[in-house]
T-cell receptor
Framework: DTGVSQDPRHKITKRGQNVTFRCDPI?????LYWYRQTLGQGPEFLTY????????KSRLLSDRFSAERPKGSFSTLEIQRTEQGDSAMYLC?????????????????FGPGTRLTVL | AQKITQTQPGMFVQEKEAVTLDCTYD???????LFWYKQPSSGEMIFLIYQGSYDQQNATEGRYSLNFQKARKSANLVISASQLGDSAMYFC???????????????FGKGTLLTVNP
């Protein structure tokens, strides 16, 4: 399977603990996105990488959140001192610039997500 | 202001019938793209169909078609011949700016839960 993968798929943690999620994009996709989806809402943009550079961060990404993409391959999203409001699905997507597929340039391919529950 | 508005929290349709899911959008960028995604209960986002702001014709992809009315800023998804497997959440999304320099992030609506009845 050469799709976007995310690990873990589910995470239950207690308030105040730190958690880290991993995203492996499709090989050779140089753009990587993180989104957060809370219950009953659509995904919301968190941050974006082009290769290893983090080029944009949403205001949703408080100082308790940090994302990295060392070497421009996989990415990690860490949440420190988790709060109950952090409970959500965290989605990762990747894209390849200039790629045209089904009439779409730079189509984002989504991973299965990591569902976080903070007790 | 909401950039993407989906006014139907839930929709029901009989198997084999057609259904229209509404989406309106708001942008001042002349260059944008509109997407529809399907999200089954398993959680993954499945791309269905895309419409570019400069596309002259409405997009079609198998049983999916997009009713694009640019002046009204609407991009409704039409699913023909509904199947039981179509039951899922459906999200409309917009990407603003298609020229260089854009990060191509997607802005999503709140979604519509479609239930297909046998």
């Amino acid at each position: 399977d050469t799709g976007v993968s995310q690990d873990p798929r589910h995470k239950i943690t207690k308030r105040g603990q730190n958690v880290t999620f991993r995203c492996d994009p499709i090989s050779e996709h140089n753009r990587l996105y993180w989104y957060r989806q809370t219950l009953g809402q659509g995904p919301e943009f968190l941050t974006y990488f082009q290769n290893e550079a983090q080029l944009e961060k949403s205001r949703l990404l408080s100082d308790r959140f940090s994302a990295e993409r060392p070497k421009g391959s996989f990415s990690t999203l860490e949440i420190q001192r988790t709060e109950q409001g952090d409970s959500a699905m965290y989605l990762c997507a990747s894209s390849f610039p200039g790629g045209l597929r089904r009439g779409v340039y730079n189509e984002q391919f989504f991973g299965p997500g990591t569902r976080l529950t903070v007790l | 202001a909401q950039k993407i508005t989906q006014t139907q929290p839930g929709m029901f349709v009989q198997e084999k019938e057609a259904v229209t899911l509404d989406c309106t959008y708001d942008t001042s960028d002349p260059s944008y793209g509109l997407f529809w995604y399907k999200q089954p209960s398993s959680g993954e986002m499945i791309f269905l169909i895309y419409q570019g702001s400069y596309d002259q014709q409405n997009a079609t992809e198998g049983r999916y078609s997009l009713n694009f009315q640019k002046a009204r800023k609407s991009a409704n998804l039409v699913i023909s011949a509904s199947q039981l497997g179509d039951s899922a959440m459906y999200f409309c999304a917009m990407r603003e700016g298609q020229s260089g320099g854009s990060n191509y992030k997607l802005t999503f609506g709140k979604g519509t839960l479609l239930t297909v009845n046998p």
